[in-house]
């Protein structure tokens, strides 16, 4: 017998919006489904209410008559209890003023509901209690805690809050894994769910690198297992309902200096061992269909090559630098055979124009490239070889190819932002070449676009090689120098910053910021060259370059050197670092964020479990003495002077197991120790975070207005 008289569902449209309206059907006499476009045909026992969620008024009567809400996005706000499914989900506030008013005493907060699937919201809305915290999966406790408890206070609501990482659906889709780290420490928990049912099975597997592929029969599945140095070195068999104690192994990788994962492909015919470090690659094959199979190598690894495989029928594609490809080729090779001998170029090497991803269907071939500075899709229809590209009009945006779980389709789906754009969500038709808008990103204080500019700036380095900035303001902000800046950096690893849409920035932008980000060398923005020149003992353009930025946004009188707070994370970190030891002057403040600052003392420490990997990237002290005096010369730590250093805030965690907290001690200790000024060097630890910061969405928001807070204070807005 239906439990409710009627359901309001939010955001049901797609397949698996069908599918909640279909696994709901005994649970309610009328579903009525909100959005923004009319659903079409309807069952008998549907309803709909066509609406846009941020029309608060429509939103409110929407809610009206009905007993539950199973809201797809929104912030949660008020409600009896909630179900939190992605730390990462902004929303709407109407939805929970309509359950408020209308005396709504159940609403299930969903996002990304394909991660979880719509059992787990079928399944939570015929709960008849609240599910207490503690009793629900591997939930963040500290999460729960702040959330129950500022809800417990405000309005004597009880707080649910499910923190769930990531999910691996079988083909058959009847089991899934899905992965949890409840302390930060990136030590997550394996957990298989049967869908029919319902319910996770009693195959839990600890210490794993978060990520699983099932074998073809679905009995089993494959995973990495982290050492107690963090470090995937093992590659395991679990087959489902024995001990995990008893799972095979199956490759151990033996060289310290590289990291493996495992995963498959969507034609489900093979296991995907990724074995490298930061410019060598290898892949180890199994067939699905085999798991006891002997994992058979495509191409044995060669220092300095680096080759990723896509799947496509009876053959592979593969993206790899070999034969010279700087910025990257794509070949194909026989799956029999796919050995380095039967590669068979496809798309050639071009330099300046960067090959960052691929992703393959049944007839066409989708990749996403750099050049001059900016992305761009590219279709290829693997028949005739014909390509076309995605256009864009604006200065400079972020693109993003946001996978799929189809191989013989026509439709690719993309995300586009810039930083005046939010993110939106497009389906393309690769044979049609028609684009569909699926979602905008909803800014629940309002975004007007035309309020901003956004800009492109070609910083001047000292070797004369042009360094872009993304730049944000205001339209009403003054450009004559009185501005202050917050200007981010990072110039590692090959890894570009996007121009994309930032809401935490458009709180500094709003109260008169340029916002600006310096894509140093050291990144991949202007093709792999970009990264050469900012590795290794060519590190030190990474630094000047930034300061160049920092330079150039004062002489084209954006801001003045007293107004720019200079921000960087991790790699971003040890970039303040050595730029406050480089040009204390330049700079009125700076945010050193998780900050890899004792480089030199790190790669001289072999036992460390993160060591052994750096050494392509930064060089190796101990076998080199070239590399030992190209670190200590930009070390911040071992830089460290008696200078007038601006004020500096540096953050660290606990449980970081990246940059362990003692690092920026240290940092923090010596400058204070050895500088001359009275300006403050700040230090916070947080107890209960690890490299990426804050666990949960309110606690990492927290955290930023901290770093804004400062950012205002040491630039006199407040």
């Not at 994962?261 to 015919?269: A, C, F």
């Not at 998780?594 to 076998?623: H, K, Q, R, Y």
């Not at 916070?684 to 205002?712: D, P």
């Amino acid at each position: 017998m239906p439990q409710y008289e009627r359901i309001l569902i939010t955001g049901a449209a797609g397949r698996l919006g069908s599918e909640l309206r279909k696994g709901l059907v005994p649970l309610a006499k009328k579903i009525r489904l909100a959005g923004r476009q009319p659903f079409g045909d309807l069952a008998p026992h549907e309803e709909e209410a066509v609406f846009d969620l941020a029309d608060m008024e429509a939103t409110i009567a929407a809610t009206k008559d009905c007993d539950a809400i199973v809201h797809f996005g929104g912030a949660p706000l008020e409600c009896e209890w909630q179900i939190i499914l992605d730390s990462s989900i902004r929303g709407s506030y109407h939805i929970y003023e309509g359950a408020r008013k209308h005396g709504v005493k159940r609403v299930i907060y969903a996002s990304s509901v394909h991660a979880i699937g719509y059992h787990e919201v079928e399944a939570h809305i015929g709960v008849d209690a609240p599910v207490r915290p503690d009793s629900l999966y591997g939930v963040s406790k500290n999460f729960v805690e702040s959330l129950s408890r500022l809800y417990w206070d405000k309005f004597g609501i009880e707080t649910v809050c499910l923190r769930i990482f990531s999910s691996f659906p079988e083909p058959a889709d009847r089991r899934m894994l899905w992965s949890y780290d409840d302390r930060g420490s990136e030590f997550y928990t394996l957990v298989a769910r049967e869908l029919e049912g319902k319910t996770d099975l009693a195959d839990r597997v600890p210490d794993t690198g978060g990520t699983g592929s099932w074998s073809a029969d679905n009995q089993g599945f494959f995973y990495t297992r982290l050492d107690p140095n963090h470090r995937p070195s093992k590659t395991f068999y679990h087959r489902i309902g024995t001990d995990v104690a008893e799972d095979r192994l199956v490759y151990e990788e033996p060289d310290p200096g590289f990291f493996m994962s495992v995963g498959g492909d969507r034609l489900n015919e093979w296991i995907m061992i990724s074995i490298s470090d930061h410019e060598t690659s290898e892949y180890r094959l199994i067939p699905a269909g085999d798991p006891e199979a002997a994992p058979k190598i495509v191409a044995p690894r060669t220092t300095g090559l680096e080759y990723d495989i896509e799947e496509g029928g009876d053959i592979f594609f593969i993206l790899t630098n070999a034969d010279g490809a700087k910025d990257f080729k794509i070949v194909t090779a026989p799956v029999s055979a796919p050995g380095r001998e039967n590669w068979k170029e496809l798309v050639p090497h071009e330099p300046g124009r960067l090959i960052l991803s691929m992703l393959s269907f049944k007839e066409f071939l989708v990749r996403l490239e750099r050049k001059d500075g900016l992305p761009r899709i590219v279709v290829r229809e693997r028949a005739t070889g014909d390509e076309h590209l995605i256009a864009f009009e604006e200065e400079a945006f972020a693109l993003g190819l946001a996978g799929a779980y189809e191989y013989d389709t026509d439709v690719m789906r993309f995300s586009y932002s810039s930083m005046t754009t939010p993110a939106q969500v497009f389906d393309y038709n690769m044979r049609s070449r028609e684009r569909v808008l699926l979602k905008t990103q909803e800014v629940p204080s309002g975004h007007d676009p035309e309020h901003y500019v956004t800009r492109r700036l070609m910083a001047p380095a000292a070797d004369g090689e042009l360094v872009p900035i993304s730049l944000l303001h205001h339209r009403d902000t003054p450009l004559d120098g009185s501005a202050p800046c917050l200007l981010y950096g990072y110039g590692s690893y090959g890894i570009t910053v996007p121009a994309a849409f930032n809401t935490n920035s458009l709180s500094l932008v709003d109260r008169g910021f340029v916002y600006a980000i310096a894509h140093v060398r050291g990144g991949k923005d202007k093709g792999y060259g970009w990264y050469d020149d900012g590795k290794r003992a060519k590190k030190m353009n990474t630094f000047t370059d930034f300061i160049a930025c920092a330079r150039h946004l004062v002489a084209e009188r954006y801001t003045a050197h007293d107004r720019i707070v200079a921000q960087g994370g991790s790699a971003g970190g040890m970039l303040m670092g050595a730029i406050a030891n480089m040009a204390p002057e330049s700079f009125g403040g700076i945010v050193a964020e998780v900050p890899f600052v004792d480089v030199l003392t790190t790669m001289l420490d072999a036992s460390l479990p993160l060591t052994p990997p750096e050494w392509p990237e930064w060089g190796n002290p101990i076998a080199s003495a070239d590399d030992y005096d190209t670190i200590a010369a930009y070390s911040p730590y071992d830089q460290v002077a008696a200078l007038d250093y601006p004020p500096i805030l540096a953050l660290a965690g606990l449980t970081d197991p990246r940059v362990t907290y003692w690092e920026p001690a240290k940092w923090v200790a010596r400058l204070r120790d050895r500088k001359t000024g009275s300006n403050p060097v700040l230090f916070k630890i947080n107890m209960e975070s690890g490299h990426a910061g804050a666990s949960g969405r309110f606690s990492r928001l927290e955290e930023i207005a901290y770093i804004y807070a400062y950012a205002l204070k040491v630039t006199g807005k407040v």
